[in-house]
C-alpha cells in the first residue's frame, strides 16, 4: 500500500459522501475518482468494523485496475475478486468465494465484475441471493437508458444495497433525460422519482407535440427555466469535478493536420457518399444503416476499403494520411512518447510498420487481447523509455488506462462516439501528467470529408452516434 495523498476535492467528496451513505461523483476522467469511491468504501466498513459485501460493476477493461487500485490505496486488496471468465465460470468463483459452503450463508467481501455479468441468469440469482450491501457503478453512463435490459437489472440489485456510489465524467451524453435511470439506481427513486414517464413530465416538453400524428416523432427538450431546480436535485447528493478546476494541468494544446485523399481515395469516398447521402434522404431511411455508410467513409479516408461481396478489407496503393503519420513520427517521438489512436483494427499493421521502419519500438492495445498482454504493454509504455509509441483503440484503451507517459496523441482514425473520444483524451492529460509542458493532440484531417463533421461535432461534445442524420447537409 502506497502513500496515499488526496487532492482537497477528494477531500471534500468524501467528507459529503460518507454520512449520506449514497452518493454521486461525476469526475472528469484523471480526477482520482477510483481512489475516493475506495476511501470512502473504506470508512464505510470502517464505521460498520467489517468488510461490506461490495459489488462494483465497470466496464471490462476497468475490472483489474479496480483490483489494483484496492491494492495500492487500501487494505481491502486482499478482500477483493474480479469476476471474469465464461458464465459458468463466473458462477463457479463466486459460489465458492461469496458463500460458506456450510448454509450457504453469504460472505463478506469485494466483488468486481462488468455490466453484462448481470444478464448472466445462474450469476444475477446468485448476486441477489448474496443481498450486496453496497453497489458502486463505474462509468455509470453504461446504464442511462432507462428501457435497456442492463439498466432494469442494475436497478434490481440497487433495491438490494444500503450504500450506493456512481461514478462518471459523463453523466449526461445524449440527453438530460440520461440521468433519471442512474439517479433511480442511486437512491431508488428519491431524487426523481420511481417512474420514468413522471420524471419526464416534470422536466420536459414535446417539442413536437403539434405535429400530425402521422408524421410526429418526439423530440424532449427540458422545460424552460427548469434548469435550476434540476441542477439543485442532482447536486443534492453528487458532485462535479472538472480537471480545468481541481488540477495543474499541463495545457492541453489541439493541432490539426490537414491531409489530401488520393485519387483512388476521393473516387471511392465520392461514390459512398452519394451513396450515404441517398440514404439519407430516404425519409424511410434506418438509422444504423446510415452509420454503416458513414463507418464505410471513414474507413476510406484512413486507408482501405470493404469489398461487402468477398467480406474482405483492401489497402489502397496510396494512402497520404499514413506517409503524414510517419512524418509525424519521425518528428516527435525521438524526443517524446505518442500514443496513436485508430478506430479500426485494419489500421494496426499499417502503424506498427510506419513505427517499425522509423525505428521505434511499439506496443498495441486493442479488443481481444487478454488483461495480461495489455497490462505488459502499458507497463513497458509508461515505464520502458525505449518503447515510443502507443497504437490503441480508444474503444479499448479509452477507459481506465493511464498513459501519462505521453506528452502528443495523434487521432489517425475516429469513430463517431464522443465517449470514446474523450476517455481516449483523458488517457494522457490526467493527473500524473504533471512531468509535461504540456499536452498536444494531433487530429489528421481530410479536408471536405466526414471528418470535418465528426472532430467538429466532438469537439461541440456532440455524440453522432445518436444523430448520424445531422450531418446529411454537411456532406
Not at 151 to 173: N, Q
Not at 213 to 219: L, M, N, T
Request: charge should be positive; charged fraction near 25%.
Amino acid at each position: 500500500m502506497v502513500e496515499l495523498k488526496l487532492w482537497d476535492h477528494q477531500k471534500q467528496i468524501i467528507e459529503r459522501a460518507v454520512p449520506m451513505e449514497q452518493y454521486a461523483i461525476f469526475a472528469e476522467m484523471g480526477t482520482g475518482k477510483t481512489c475516493t469511491a475506495i476511501q470512502i468504501l473504506r470508512l464505510w466498513c470502517t464505521a460498520q468494523k467489517r468488510v461490506l459485501r461490495t459489488l462494483v460493476l465497470a466496464p471490462p477493461v476497468m475490472r483489474n485496475a479496480w483490483k489494483r487500485e484496492f491494492t495500492a490505496f487500501s487494505k481491502l486488496g486482499e478482500q477483493v475478486h474480479v469476476l471474469a471468465g465464461a458464465g459458468k465460470e463466473r458462477v463457479a468463483s463466486f459460489k465458492k468465494l461469496a458463500f460458506c459452503p456450510q448454509g450457504n450463508i453469504p460472505l463478506e467481501g469485494i466483488f468486481v465484475t462488468n455490466y453484462e455479468s448481470l444478464a448472466m441468469p445462474e450469476l444475477f440469482r446468485l448476486l441477489k441471493s448474496w443481498r450486496p450491501e453496497v453497489l458502486i457503478l463505474d462509468e455509470s453512463q453504461r446504464v442511462k437508458d432507462f428501457k435497456a435490459k442492463r439498466t432494469k437489472l442494475a436497478i434490481e440489485i440497487s433495491d438490494l444495497a444500503r450504500y450506493k456510489l456512481i461514478l462518471t465524467g459523463t453523466p449526461i451524453l445524449n440527453s438530460a433525460m440520461d440521468i433519471w435511470s442512474q439517479f433511480r439506481i442511486l437512491d431508488g427513486g428519491d431524487t426523481f422519482d420511481l417512474n420514468f414517464y413522471a420524471f419526464r413530465a416534470k422536466y420536459f416538453y414535446d417539442k413536437n407535440a403539434g405535429m400530425p400524428s402521422q408524421k410526429h416523432f418526439p423530440d424532449w427538450k427540458p422545460r424552460p427555466g427548469i434548469d435550476a431546480e434540476f441542477n439543485r436535485m442532482i447536486y443534492r447528493k453528487a458532485t462535479r469535478v472538472l480537471k480545468s478546476e481541481c488540477l495543474d494541468l499541463p495545457p492541453l494544446v489541439r493541432q490539426r493536420i490537414e491531409v489530401e485523399l488520393s485519387p483512388e481515395q476521393a473516387r471511392m469516398y465520392k461514390d459512398m457518399r452519394d451513396d450515404f447521402v441517398a440514404y439519407l434522404g430516404d425519409k424511410a431511411c434506418v438509422a444504423t444503416i446510415a452509420l454503416t455508410k458513414g463507418l464505410r467513409l471513414q474507413q476510406i479516408i484512413s486507408g482501405f476499403w470493404i469489398d461487402e461481396d468477398e467480406e474482405r478489407a483492401h489497402a489502397f496503393s496510396k494512402n497520404p494520411r499514413l506517409e503524414a503519420l510517419k512524418e509525424l513520427l519521425g518528428s516527435i517521438a525521438s524526443t517524446a512518447k505518442v500514443i496513436v489512436w485508430a478506430s479500426f483494427r485494419h489500421n494496426y499493421v499499417d502503424l506498427a510498420r510506419v513505427a517499425t521502419e522509423l525505428g521505434l519500438p511499439s506496443v498495441s492495445l486493442f479488443g481481444g487481447m487478454t488483461d495480461k498482454a495489455r497490462q505488459d504493454g502499458i507497463d513497458s509504455f509508461q515505464t520502458d523509455d525505449k518503447v515510443r509509441v502507443m497504437i490503441a483503440n480508444p474503444a479499448a484503451g479509452g477507459v481506465g488506462v493511464t498513459l501519462t507517459a505521453a506528452s502528443y496523441m495523434i487521432y489517425y482514425s475516429r469513430s463517431f462516439s464522443l465517449e470514446h473520444d474523450l476517455q481516449s483524451e483523458a488517457r494522457c492529460h490526467r493527473g500524473g501528467s504533471e512531468v509535461h509542458d504540456k499536452i498536444t493532440r494531433i487530429d489528421i484531417v481530410a479536408p471536405e470529408t466526414i471528418d470535418e463533421v465528426i472532430l467538429g461535432a466532438l469537439e461541440r461534445k456532440e455524440n453522432l452516434a445518436t444523430s448520424i442524420l445531422k450531418i446529411r447537409e454537411l456532406l
